[in-house]
């Protein structure tokens, strides 16, 4: 079954805050440029509170595009792509919201857990969460 937009705003909720969480918890402390732990997760858990709000934005947007696509759906490499504009528009929301990470850190933070969320969505979680699938990809 194709996703359906709840599904997916459903999703990317979950996900984000399942395995973005834990994932930004470990990889934190070992981002190059962040002098104290304690700003480089404060920093960290800014940037992803930034990917969860405007992702649930771009969702919209995805969902308006893929209508017209004939299956109302696009390949998985579609999704890794969107990758490049979330990370953009990351960035730029927070240096709007003042959010200090040096960029090297950034970009370490956000394409790992960009790749992570990722092949999360598209391997496991279709084997830990079977009805995920054909319930439009409804978590809840």
Do not use: C
């Amino acid at each position: 079954m194709t996703p359906t937009l709840n599904g997916r705003l459903q999703t990317r909720i979950f996900v984000v805050l399942t395995v973005g969480v834990i994932w930004t918890l470990i990889v934190t402390p070992f981002l190059p440029g962040i002098d104290r732990v304690g700003d480089g997760y404060e920093a960290a858990f800014q940037l992803l509170a930034i990917v969860l709000i405007a992702g649930l934005g771009w969702e919209l947007v995805y969902h308006g595009l893929q209508q017209f696509r004939w299956e109302k759906d696009w390949p998985a490499l579609f999704g890794l792509l969107t990758g490049f504009n979330e990370g953009l528009s990351t960035w730029l929301l927070g240096v709007s919201f003042d959010v200090r990470v040096p960029g090297t850190a950034f970009l370490i933070l956000f394409s790992t857990t960009w790749l992570l969320l990722w092949f999360w969505v598209n391997g496991p979680m279709r084997v830990f969460f079977i009805r995920w699938r054909y319930q439009g990809g409804r978590v809840f």
